[in-house]
C-alpha cells in the first residue's frame, strides 16, 4: 500500500519556520519526483517545489516563485523521507501543504503529474 505521510505543520507567527517532513512507503522512492504542493481556502492546489534524484538539470530542484529564496527541498532516499524547510512565512502561505510523488515532472510541477498525494499538513501563519 501507498503512503506518504506529512508532518511538522502547525502554527506560527510571520517571520518564523517551519520544516515539513514526508515519509513515504509502498513504492520506489529512488525512481520518483517528489514534491510538496499547497492549497489555500479557496484556491486551487499548486506546486510549490519538487525534487529528483535522476533529474541532474541545473533546474532541479524545482520552486514556485514564491518559494524562491525562503523554502529549501531536500530528501534522504535512506529514509524515504522528503522534507520542507520553511523560512520568512507569512500569512500568504497559509494553506495545507501536501506531499505528492511522480513518475515524471517538469518545471511546471502540474498537478495532473503526481501519482501519489498524502492527506496534507496544515500550517497557519498569524500575523
Known amino acids: 500500500e501507498v503512503q506518504l505521510v506529512e508532518s511538522g505543520g502547525g502554527l506560527v507567527q510571520a517571520g518564523g519556520s517551519l520544516r515539513l517532513s514526508c515519509a513515504a512507503s509502498?513504492?520506489?522512492?529512488?525512481?520518483?519526483?517528489m514534491c510538496w504542493f499547497h492549497q489555500a481556502p479557496g484556491k486551487e492546489r499548486e506546486g510549490v517545489s519538487c525534487i529528483s534524484s535522476s533529474d541532474s538539470s541545473d533546474d532541479n530542484p524545482y520552486y514556485a516563485d514564491s518559494a524562491k529564496g525562503r523554502f529549501t527541498i531536500s530528501s534522504d532516499n535512506a529514509k524515504n523521507t522528503v522534507y520542507l524547510q520553511m523560512h520568512s512565512l507569512n500569512p500568504e502561505d497559509t494553506a495545507v501543504y501536501y506531499c505528492?510523488?511522480?513518475?515524471?515532472?517538469?518545471?511546471?510541477?502540474?498537478?495532473?503529474?503526481?501519482?501519489?498525494w498524502g492527506k496534507g499538513t496544515l500550517v497557519t501563519v498569524s500575523s
Open positions: 505528492a510523488a511522480g513518475r515524471v515532472v517538469t518545471i511546471s510541477m502540474d498537478y495532473y503529474d503526481m501519482d501519489y
Open positions: 509502498g513504492f520506489s522512492f529512488d525512481d520518483y519526483a
